[in-house]
Every structure is written in C-alpha cells, then in structure tokens.
T-cell receptor, first 113, second 114 residues
Framework: ETGVTQSPTHLIKTRGQQVTLRCSSQSGHNTVSWYQQALGQGPQFIFQYYREEENGRGNFPPRFSGLQFPNYSSELNVNALELDDSALYLC????????????FGQGTRLTVV | DQQVKQNSPSLSVQEGRISILNCDYTNSMFDYFLWYKKYPAEGPTFLISISSIKDKNEDGRFTVFLNKSAKHLSLHIVPSQPGDSAVYFCAASEGGGGADGLTFGKGTHLIIQP
C-alpha cells in the first residue's frame, strides 16, 4: 500500500505566474483534500474532491482550482500568484467522503517572489 | 475568527513524564475531533480521534479527552518519549468532515527533554 505522494517538493514562482501541484492518493482512497499551511499556522482547508467532483470548498478565491482524475490522483492549480500564496500545500486522501481520518502527503513548499 | 485554538505554542516535558496538550473550540457544530503530529519536512500524521458522543478515547500511550460543555479537548501522552518531540495539531470537523474539511489549530510544539 503506497502512501500519499506530492510533487514537486519545492517550487519557486514569480508573482502573477500560474502553478500546478500534484498529488497521488493512497491506494483505495477516493477522496482528496487540499490544505494551505502558512508559516506558524495550522493547515487551512482549500477544497475537497470526491470521485472527480468538488465536494466542498474553504474560504479561498476562485483562482485556486482543482481536478481529480479517474485514478483519484489530483491537481491544485493557482493562477495569478500573489506573495501571500507562499506556503506549504498539503494534500490529504481518505477512504470516505467525509474525509475525517485523512492521510497527508509531505507537502509542496511554494515560494512566490 | 479562529474556531480551533491551541493556546500554548510550545510545551517542554521531561522524558517519562506525562505530556498534556490542550485545545479549545468555539463551533458547537463540531462533532469529530482529531490530533495530528507533524515532524519537520513531513506531512501531518494522524494520531487519534474522538467522536462527540464519547468523552474519552485511548490508543496505547495516547488518550484524548473531550469535554463538550467546556468545548475543550486534551491529548495525554504517557510516558513521554524523545520521539514524541514534534508539532501537534488539534483538528475538528462538522457533520463527518465533508464539505467543510478539517479545521485546524495553530499547533503546539512539544519538546521532550532527556
């Protein structure tokens, strides 16, 4: 059984650019959630996908968008990057739609300059 | 408005003693609570959870207590070991954690002293 893997691990982008982060869910998990963790803060819920459809969304603007694929892997896209988007982005997968006992990947550290 | 609060940014405990990490919440709709542990450069790892219908859940050295009337939960680790040094996050969910995901506190950095 493989765990949750994210790529890339680190990324530097310029303000105004677009970025795509990727996540492979744990085997057998059909639900994926994305979180943003700023320095010194806890993870903040961005959105959740269940069987390729968005299942819920946190307080993030529309320039944060996502996709879930038939194999349950997922992408997080961020357009028009801002300096405040610099953070650790965490992907979590779970076996249930509720997504409570979620299993996290190691995260992607995004720096916007 | 922070709905899950961990008021101690750090806690230092001697090896072998009990570590008690605290968490308060404001949203009375939360019905499921979780603790995660995070080492540097790794993602959070699930530790233990508790449903609002219970007031205690135990798993080995880890016990979580829930006081619904006080909107307070705590994680007890006994005995504390050096490998327990990490950042601990309290998280809560509403209605099975579906559409709103998990709401996390800011974390408590636990340091186990030898």
């Amino acid at each position: 059984e493989t765990g949750v893997t994210q790529s890339p691990t680190h990324l530097i982008k310029t303000r105004g650019q677009q970025v795509t982060l990727r996540c492979s869910s744990q085997s057998g998990h059909n639900t994926v959630s994305w979180y943003q963790q700023a320095l010194g803060q806890g993870p903040q819920f961005i959105f959740q996908y269940y069987r390729e459809e968005e299942n819920g969304r946190g307080n993030f603007p529309p320039r944060f968008s996502g996709l879930q694929f038939p194999n349950y892997s997922s992408e997080l896209n961020v357009n028009a990057l801002e300096l405040d988007d610099s953070a650790l982005y965490l992907c979590a997968s779970s076996a249930t739609r509720g997504g409570t006992e979620a299993f996290f990947g190691q995260g992607t550290r995004l720096t916007v300059v | 408005d922070q709905q899950v609060k961990q008021n101690s940014p750090s806690l230092s405990v001697q090896e072998g003693r009990i570590s008690i990490l605290n968490c308060d919440y404001t949203n009375s709709m939360f019905d499921y609570f979780l603790w995660y542990k995070k080492y540097p450069a790794e993602g959070p790892t699930f530790l233990i959870s508790i449903s609002s219908i219970k007031d205690k859940n135990e798993d080995g050295r880890f016990t979580v207590f829930l006081n619904k009337s006080a909107k307070h939960l705590s994680l007890h680790i006994v005995p504390s070991q050096p490998g327990d040094s990490a950042v601990y996050f309290c998280a809560a969910s509403e209605g099975g954690g579906g559409a709103d995901g998990l709401t996390f506190g800011k974390g408590t950095h636990l340091i186990i002293q030898p």
